[in-house]
Antibody, heavy 123, light 110 residues
Framework: QLQLQESGPGLVKPSETLSLTCTVS??????????WAWIRQPPGRGLEWIGS???????YYSPSLRSRVALSVDTFNNQFSLKVNSVIAADTAVYYC???????????????WGQGTMVTVSS | QSALTQPASVSGSPGQSITISCTGT?????????VSWYQHHPGKAPKLLIY???NRPSGISLRFSGSKSGNTASLTISGLQAEDEADYYC??????????FGGGTKVTVL
């Protein structure tokens, strides 16, 4: 069973950069069959899609976060990463990484998720 | 405020059926058959229940079913069980290569 695990600092200061990594338990990250996504959940609120990146090809970002977010893939370490620049208190959330069902139409659903990691933006 | 509207809570007794709605617009739910549903027990990883409106991934119980009419998608849980008590989220593809989620529905088994 595929496993995903988020890691990174739990506390980030305002205006700094939030950096998280998702480690995938096998080498499926090197497959052209999937997208790898970041999704977050602010306290007491619903889920918010941040973006999705394939091994090769175009990366897609949420329009509301596109100017501050970057996703990348590291196939050597079976990892993919998220960076959010110039963070504010509203970026405080549980951050999840996830794998899509497939490419194309199947890229819009996620069948494996990490357990999530809480990131607080505070000075 | 989330892009898709879900009721904050739904409850039912064991064995009953409940339905959770997810209302969007023609730019998301109404315009595409790419609605997904997730079950989330707090502290655990969310689980995909339904994709592309009606499809169940392998291993998901037949008690979970999805449908759509106009701008509103629905998840029905039949034969409600105690283990179904969780938060449920819908998501939809949105025009412009984006994805949007609902605010979540807390299901309580009475």
């Amino acid at each position: 069973q595929l496993q995903l695990q988020e890691s990174g600092p739990g506390l980030v200061k305002p205006s700094e950069t939030l950096s998280l990594t998702c480690t995938v338990s096998d080498d499926s990250i090197s497959s052209d069959d999937y997208f790898w996504a970041w999704i977050r959940q602010p306290p007491g609120r619903g889920l918010e899609w941040i973006g999705s990146i394939p091994y090769r090809g175009m990366t897609y970002y949420s329009p509301s976060l596109r100017s501050r977010v970057a996703l990348s893939v590291d196939t050597f370490n079976n990892q993919f990463s998220l960076k959010v620049n110039s963070v504010i208190a509203a970026d405080t959330a549980v951050y999840y990484c996830a794998k899509s069902l497939g490419r194309g139409e199947s890229s819009r659903a996620f069948d494996f998720w990490g357990q999530g990691t809480m990131v607080t933006v505070s000075s | 405020q989330s892009a898709l509207t879900q009721p904050a809570s739904v409850s039912g007794s064991p064995g009953q059926s409940i339905t959770i709605s997810c209302t969007g617009t023609r730019s998301d739910v109404g315009g595409y058959n790419y609605v997904s549903w997730y079950q989330h027990h707090p502290g655990k990883a969310p689980k995909l229940l339904i994709y592309e409106v009606t499809n169940r991934p392998s291993g998901i119980s037949l008690r979970f079913s999805g449908s759509k009419s106009g701008n509103t998608a629905s998840l029905t849980i039949s034969g409600l069980q105690a283990e179904d008590e969780a938060d449920y989220y819908c998501s939809s593809y949105k025009y412009g290569d984006s994805l949007v989620f609902g605010g979540g529905t807390k299901v309580t088994v009475l």
